[in-house]
T-cell receptor, first 113, second 114 residues
Framework: DQQVKQNSPSLSVQEGRISILNCDYTNSMFDYFLWYKKYPAEGPTFLISISSIKDKNEDGRFTVFLNKSAKHLSLHIVPSQPGDSAVYFCAASTLNAGNMLTFGGGTRLMVKP | GAGVSQSPSNKVTEKGKDVELRCDPISGHTALYWYRQRLGQGLEFLIYFQGNSAPDKSGLPSDRFSAERTGESVSTLTIQRTQQEDSAVYLC????????????FGPGTRLLVL
């Protein structure tokens, strides 16, 4: 029973264009969502988060959108850079459950120069 | 300041042997988590420590897995009688706890059971 799903295992984008990574969840109790970026042989690095009381959070080139009614969130990277090439994981948690994270399966982003 | 550190970075063991993995969280972080990532998959939650409370062990896959934490510092994850399906990257994360949901991860321990 996958509570957090990233349906696209990979995405290829040209440098300078927008990258859009999608994530769907099924558990309506989730109230905090995060995106992590992972390079090979390294641990995941926190990128950006959003609370369920918001529908958008922006940090530089990264914006996360949350659509609670659709149980869907997305990460937009504009403009995409070759250094953004990595695996991106979305994660969700319930603050009352100790913040343990439930992760999606990841999307491998490749930004071509 | 120093991030989360884990040791060893790589471990190769024979089926049936016990292994111990170590995690040093960020100083001052009261919450500590263990996750596992099998090849080509997402991260699976294993166990969670928050301060002096009893740990949440709901993610441990079998009774061969156990973990301890000394106060609010080092944690060890022990896998007894390892099996080939235990091969994975074991990741540790820490956070400030409470309502602070951002977890910071270590580099992981790559375990290979032959």
């Amino acid at each position: 029973d996958q509570q957090v799903k990233q349906n696209s295992p990979s995405l290829s984008v040209q440098e300078g264009r927008i990258s859009i990574l999608n994530c769907d969840y099924t558990n309506s109790m989730f109230d905090y969502f995060l995106w992590y970026k992972k390079y090979p042989a390294e641990g995941p690095t926190f990128l950006i988060s959003i609370s369920s009381i918001k529908d958008k959070n922006e940090d530089g080139r990264f914006t996360v959108f949350l659509n609670k009614s659709a149980k869907h969130l997305s990460l937009h990277i504009v403009p995409s850079q070759p250094g953004d090439s990595a695996v991106y994981f979305c994660a969700a948690s319930t603050l009352n459950a100790g913040n343990m994270l439930t992760f999606g399966g990841g999307t491998r982003l490749m930004v071509k120069p | 300041g120093a991030g989360v550190s884990q040791s060893p970075s790589n471990k190769v063991t024979e089926k049936g042997k016990d292994v111990e993995l170590r995690c040093d969280p960020i100083s001052g972080h009261t919450a500590l988590y263990w996750y596992r990532q099998r090849l080509g998959q997402g991260l699976e939650f294993l166990i969670y420590f928050q301060g002096n409370s009893a740990p949440d062990k709901s993610g441990l896959p079998s009774d061969r897995f156990s973990a301890e934490r000394t106060g609010e510092s080092v944690s060890t994850l022990t896998i007894q009688r390892t099996q080939q399906e235990d091969s994975a990257v074991y990741l540790c994360a820490s956070s400030l706890g409470g309502t602070q949901g951002t977890q910071y991860f270590g580099p992981g321990t790559r375990l290979l059971v032959l």
